[in-house]
Nanobody, 112 residues
């Protein structure tokens, strides 16, 4: 049994920054691949970032160089630092725990 709870979403202007957080209630947190996906209105859910137990990272080309995923194993937390935000980043962002699933999501809106 796992719970993933996202927070930190909101409204931000283009070029701004947000930091998303994910609190994971599970044992042996440091043994799981964690990540973030997103889904924009009318579009399919897409992978944003992944962070493996050995701290390898993977990013979608659309966010590479702007977003950074990190984890705090002592606190069972995963973060997504989002910089230089664009309107096309507007989506619901979901925390991912592999291979278990996703959380409920947090809304990010980038608009002037």
């Amino acid at each position: 049994q796992v719970q993933l709870v996202e927070s930190g979403g909101g409204l931000v202007q283009p070029g701004g920054s947000l930091r998303l957080s994910c609190a994971a209630s599970l044992s042996a947190f440091n043994s799981y691949t964690m990540g973030w996906d997103r889904q924009a209105p009318g579009k399919q859910r897409e992978l944003v970032a992944r962070l493996s137990p050995d701290f390898n990272t993977h990013y979608a080309d659309s966010v590479k160089g702007r977003f950074t995923i990190s984890r705090d194993n002592a606190k069972n937390m995963v973060y997504l630092q989002m910089n230089s935000l664009k309107p096309e980043d507007t989506a619901v962002y979901y925390c991912y725990c592999g291979p278990i699933g996703w959380g409920q999501g947090t809304q990010v809106t980038v608009s002037s």
